[in-house]
């Protein structure tokens, strides 16, 4: 099944520690992107890649890195720098280069810092 | 970072009910879409609009373009329990060969009392 596959579904992560979420995508798009969410914030773009080994910060980049090695995969790591980490990731990817297209998103990761 | 404008934020109604909420932007839009988000997965795609006065249908959902490209609404009609979420405006421009990012509203939260 084509798709696109966060995980892990949850993680817990104690404070000062690096996290890496994994986004994994089959739909060959071009385009990958992180999505903070917290209640009532509605998701923020915290960075996105159009083509391999580029990629531009969002507007909450702070704390976040990521990487674009392969097509398939867009993984995000939250570093220690990020104050608040505690809330729900999304990753979603679209094909570029035509007139119409639409973004398709994961299942999600809950990061909770203990 | 840029946001849209999503009403209402939240709605309590009853089985049956016709249910409506809208989008609005100052900057012009070439691209609408409407997610619904169950709690703790990722956004649905529900409906995509690509030109201004479009309205499309999908089942008991009905979206529609606005003609000034600034905004854009979704109604569901006879609501059901299963209609329960968080729905989502999406925004998309397209600057001249530049592929543009998507723009996210708050969300309207909605609950259905059966």
């Known amino acids: 099944d084509g798709g696109i596959t966060q995980s892990p579904k949850y993680l817990f992560r104690k404070e000062g520690q690096n996290v890496t979420l994994s986004c994994e995508q089959n739909?060959?798009?071009?385009?990958m992107y992180w999505y903070r969410q917290d209640p009532g914030q509605g998701l923020r773009l915290i960075y996105y890649?159009?083509?391999?080994?580029?990629?531009q910060k969002g507007d909450i980049a702070e704390g976040y890195s990521v990487s674009r090695e392969k097509k398939e995969s867009f993984p995000l790591t939250v570093t220690s720098a990020q104050k608040n980490p505690t809330a729900f990731y999304l990753c979603?990817?679209?094909?570029?280069?035509?007139?119409?297209?639409?973004?398709?998103f994961g299942q999600g990761t809950r990061l909770t810092v203990v | 970072g840029q946001q849209l404008n999503q009403s209402p934020q939240s709605m309590f109604i009853q089985e049956g009910e016709d249910v409506s909420m809208n989008c609005t932007s100052s900057?012009?839009?070439?691209?609408w879409l409407w997610y619904k988000q169950d709690p703790g997965e990722g956004p649905v795609l529900l409906i995509a609009?690509?030109?201004?006065?479009e309205l499309t249908s999908n089942g008991r959902l009905t979206a529609q373009f606005g003609i000034t490209r600034k905004d854009s609404f979704l109604n569901i009609s006879a609501s059901i329990p299963s209609d329960v979420g968080i729905y989502f405006c999406?925004?998309?421009?397209?600057?001249?060969?530049?592929?543009?990012?998507?723009?996210f509203g708050k969300g309207t939260k909605l609950s259905v009392k059966p």
């Open positions: 979603a990817s679209r094909p570029l280069g035509q007139a119409n297209t639409e973004a398709f």
């Open positions: 739909l060959n798009h071009d385009a």
């Open positions: 890649s159009q083509i391999v080994n580029d990629f």
């Open positions: 900057s012009i839009f070439n691209t």
């Open positions: 609009l690509y030109k201004a006065g």
């Open positions: 999406a925004g998309q421009m397209n600057y001249g060969g530049s592929q543009g990012n998507l723009i």
